[in-house]
Each structure stands twice: as C-alpha cells, then as structure tokens.
C-alpha cells in the first residue's frame, strides 16, 4: 500500500478503472484482472457505507490499493472512506489552494485533520500502535485533487504546491461543459490540460486523467500523465456483450 503512493508520485505508468457497481464481487474479478487499482466512485454511484466497508475489507484482505472518489470534499466523507480501508481519495471540484489544503487536512491526522481512532480497519482493528499509524498515514495515504473546472486551471499552479496533495486528476468531461462544450475536442480543454501537466511537473507531483480506451491515452502521453483511470466496469461490460453479438450477427 504505501509503495502505491511511492508510484504515484513519481510517476509510474499506473492503470487503473472507475467501479461503479456496488458489489465485492466485481471488484474482486478487476484485482484479478491485473489492474494496479480500482477507484470506488462514490460520487456518481450508487455506494452507501456499507458497500464501501465490504469492498474496503475485500481490498485490504488481497492488500491491493483501493481508491474511493468521495461525493464532496467534505471531512466527513474522506475520513470515513479512508477509515474503511482505502488506500487514498479523490476529491471532486477542487477550485483553489484554501480548499486543496482543507482536503490534504482532512485525509491526514494532526491538529484539525483527519479523527484519530485506531480500532478502523484501516488501523488493523486496535492492533497497531499510534506511532505506527501515524507513520503509516503519512507514508500510505494519497489524496489525489480533481481539476474539472475553470476555476481550479487557474489556481492548479497553487493546489499542486499544496502540502498533502500528491497528485492532480484532470476532469476532461467536467471541464469541457464548464467551457460551454459539447465534446472534448477544445482548444480550451487541450490548453487546460498542458497547463495542469506543466503545475503537476514542476511540484513533483502525480498526474492523471480519466480515458475511455488505450488509444486515448497514448494521444495524451505527452501531457506528462502517468496514472490512468480507464473507463469502468459498466464500459467493460457492454464493450463485452457487444463483441459477442457482433459475432452472432447482430449489432
């Protein structure tokens, strides 16, 4: 787990997909799929508490680095996905250093941060001790911010210098419907995406980005992004069925 956040901040080739059913059962056939993480999103799904628990039991039973996309940055919701057993968070929406910092707070411990409770199942259920978990959270934990809106490429330079964030996630869809689009072909979304590599890059920082499909990622290689969330299992499916009802004719 803590060599997942080594990778990511040093920008290691990582691929990993969005799961947006919530259900063991599918997160334990993407583990065996060879993926380098799953990310739970709990922001556009549907993942109540305890489908968060059981996948986050499931995650770290098979020590795989699990990711949940919180439905906002509040403290609350980060504390609790990282409780359950998540490796690290993303956080939708944000716009600006005040709100990269509060985020980097709330997923760690210390003075008006994360709670501290060793008996989670982060915490190994009360058997480790606080020196060992504060070490840990500090070396395991990766918070990645999501840059998916105007606001947020203007001020990306001060939320990748943000002390606690460890990686930017560029929001393609997001930020294409704030610029008033209708795709994710804009000149605006393409300098966006320059502009959030060059901050990643200069602050040592992880970059990653959403992709429906290799190609799309081999396309925007040279924007300096290193973690890929590919599609999701919803796309995998269908992709799935498809390609059988392409051989029998039909579709």
Known sequence: MTAFRDRVIAGEPLVGTFMKTPSVDILEVLILAGLDFVCLDAEHAPFD???LNACGAVARAAGFPLLVRVPSAAPSEIGAAL???ATGVVVPHVTDA???ARVARAA??????RGYAGSTRWAGFATSDMATLLARSRDETVVFAQIEDPEGVEACEEIAATA?????FLGPADLSVAYGKTDQSSAELLAATARVGR?????????ATFVPHAEAAKALESHGFSAWFVASEHAWM???ARAVLKGFGRG
């Open 49 to 51: 508490r305890a489908a």
């Open 83 to 85: 409780d359950l057993g």
């Open 98 to 100: 005040e709100t990269a």
């Open 108 to 113: 760690r411990f210390g003075h008006g941060g």
């Open 164 to 168: 606690g964030i460890d990686a930017l």
């Open 199 to 207: 901050a990643a890059k200069a602050a040592s920082k992880g970059y």
């Open 238 to 240: 269908l992709a799935g």
